[in-house]
């Protein structure tokens, strides 16, 4: 079914049964070739009728009124013609918590819980130390928040989510208000630049996640499905490097003059694990093994790891 057609008809419509919405939906959705389209379009019409996706289920012979009908469709159209659903819905799921998404963060990936799971088995380490969590390049917060969440009742654990952009940083302190953490501070910064100014900041334990931009610009034009998301959260020069070689510097102007404990995890490209690697053992004069790397969800090489203490 093409949707302009489909919408000629749709003038007419009075009522229909959400039965019958997430079939036309659904059609229309294959049709575009979004390979989800039994659930996005279910997620579309809880969506406009402000119910959880479970209702859908429990009563599929319910019908709507017209105007909720068009509603729909006119989510289905933006999602046929590629907007991501995290966008329309304005929000995503990360982490056991919800968290709010515009066009100037980034749609959370579950793989990226896979670095909270490093940060969490870290901390869990250090319960008893004093210990400061800096996300940097926080997005969403959903990293950041995250991890408030999971260590809530740690009077001795500090929490920073730190990003370049006022408007982002806007929207991940809406999401720490939204779940309840007032205690996160939200640093506006070009990465550690704050922490170089104030340098009373950093504990004894430091533990930093980074998920900063790390895709050449001809990855980013092969990757169709990231073209609606912020170009400057994900492009970053010198073949994806220039983000973290900056932060790298950074962390060493900090490290040399307080001597405390560094815990770095980040976030990259899998085709980047050597390149990353190479560029630690440079900059910090650590040994190969001394780097740890994680795979993702599809077994691919999506993260490394390393520790900075005399």
Partial sequence: MKLLNFYKNLAKQKKMKII????????????????????????????????????????????????QVKKVFKLVKKRAKGKPLAYILGKKSFYNLDFKVTKNTLIPRPETEILVDEARDLGLRFKNKKVNFIDVGTGSGCIIISLK???????????????????????????SEENNFKDIKFIKSNLLKYLLKNKDKPQEYNIITA??????????KESLSIKNEPKRALISKESGMRHYKKLFDQINDIKNELKFKFYIICEIDSSQDVLLKNLIIKKFKLDESSIKIKKDLAGLNRFVIFHLFD
């Fill in 211 to 220: 998920n900063l931009p790390y895709l050449t610009k001809q990855q980013y």
């Fill in 20 to 67: 019958d919405i997430i079939k036309k939906s659904r059609i229309i959705l294959e049709d575009f070739d979004i390979k989800t389209s039994q659930l996005d379009s279910e997620l579309l019409i809880a969506h406009v009728l402000e119910k959880e996706r479970e209702y859908i289920h429990v009563y599929p012979e319910n019908e709507i009124d017209g105007g």
């Fill in 149 to 175: 969440d999971l260590f809530k009742n740690y009077n001795n654990f500090n929490f920073y989510g730190i990003d370049r952009y006022r408007k982002t940083l806007k929207v991940a302190e809406e999401n």
